[in-house]
């Protein structure tokens, strides 16, 4: 079994959330959900950008581990920040963006990456 490049990693994971986003963007532009829809974009969006800024402090933190040196925040407070001005936008633009699903979409993230575990966790097995 071969241990997985985390970039690869996420490289996958922005392919499955670019494609979610693509569904996203058509049930905005198609049906009469648009508030719901872009509601789900904007959460998405900002799980997404949450998910990426995890992944980089992740690697400076390893590196940092390697070298001796200390590193004292993984950016908690930067992705509590992103996730309170998407509810934020969505509050005071609540004709537009629906708060709830603004909630739902940031949970996208995990479930990508539960998605994707599944998937390689079954490929790892068939092999």
Not at 13 to 31: C, I, N, S
Not at 57 to 80: I, P
Not at 86 to 114: C, D, H, K, Q
């Amino acid at each position: 079994m071969q241990q997985e490049d985390n970039g690869t990693i996420l490289k996958r994971h922005m392919k499955y959330t670019f494609y979610l986003l693509a569904v996203f963007v058509l049930g905005w532009g198609f049906t009469t959900y648009d508030t719901a829809f872009l509601g789900l974009i904007v959460g998405s969006v900002t799980s997404f950008y949450n998910h990426w800024l995890l992944y980089r402090k992740v690697n400076k933190f390893g590196e940092t581990v390697v070298t001796g040196g200390k590193m004292y925040s993984l950016g908690t407070v930067s992705r509590m920040a992103a996730a309170g001005l998407a509810v934020f936008i969505s509050l005071r633009y609540p004709e537009y963006i629906n708060v709830y699903f603004v909630i739902v979409g940031l949970m996208t993230s995990y479930l990508v990456i539960f998605i994707d575990f599944m998937i390689q966790s079954k490929k790892q097995t068939n092999v």
